[in-house]
């Protein structure tokens, strides 16, 4: 009961017992000031408590507020013409393959339909478009054509 009190103090489970562990040990020092022994879990809840809102107020702060705000570090931007180069590569790779996956694959990624829809416009399973999907993209992983250069 004690360590769910702790876990709805802290966002991670190792710090909730790591803050339960010290709240007891606050408990065992402070037991001869405790009078009353059979309130001993509300004793242990404060310190859960107390102890917790002292981490919080002790904890290290890396961002400071100043004037000027810094420019972010934008994104590299693809180069248009490599984005064409690659597209234009995909689509080759693309019509490579045999004609029914080529039709999968299109239906799937190019015009978005889930494989239910895929199978229901091709006369097939669902089963009959995951295997051709799968089997296409492997064949798409390994045409040489779109293997990254490293």
């Given at each position: ?51 917790r ?37 995909m ?57 990254p250069?490293?």
């Amino acid at each position: 009961m004690l360590l769910r009190t702790a876990r709805s103090l802290t966002a991670n489970p190792c710090d909730a017992e790591d803050l339960l562990q010290t709240a007891l040990t606050k408990t065992f020092v402070a037991w001869e000031r405790i009078e009353d022994h059979r309130a001993l879990d509300g004793y242990v809840r404060r310190a859960l408590l107390n102890t917790r809102t002292s981490q919080w107020r002790k904890r290290k702060v890396d961002e400071f507020a100043c004037e000027d705000l810094p420019e972010p570090a934008g994104l590299p931007v693809p180069d248009p013409a490599e984005r064409q180069v690659l597209h234009d590569a995909m689509w080759r790779a693309v019509m490579r393959l045999p004609e029914r996956q080529r039709q999968m694959v299109v239906l799937r990624y190019y015009e978005d339909l889930s494989e239910a829809q895929t199978a229901e416009v091709l006369g097939v399973s669902v089963g009959t478009v995951k295997s051709a999907v799968s089997r296409a993209l492997r064949k798409l992983r390994e045409d040489p054509e779109l293997v990254p250069v490293r």
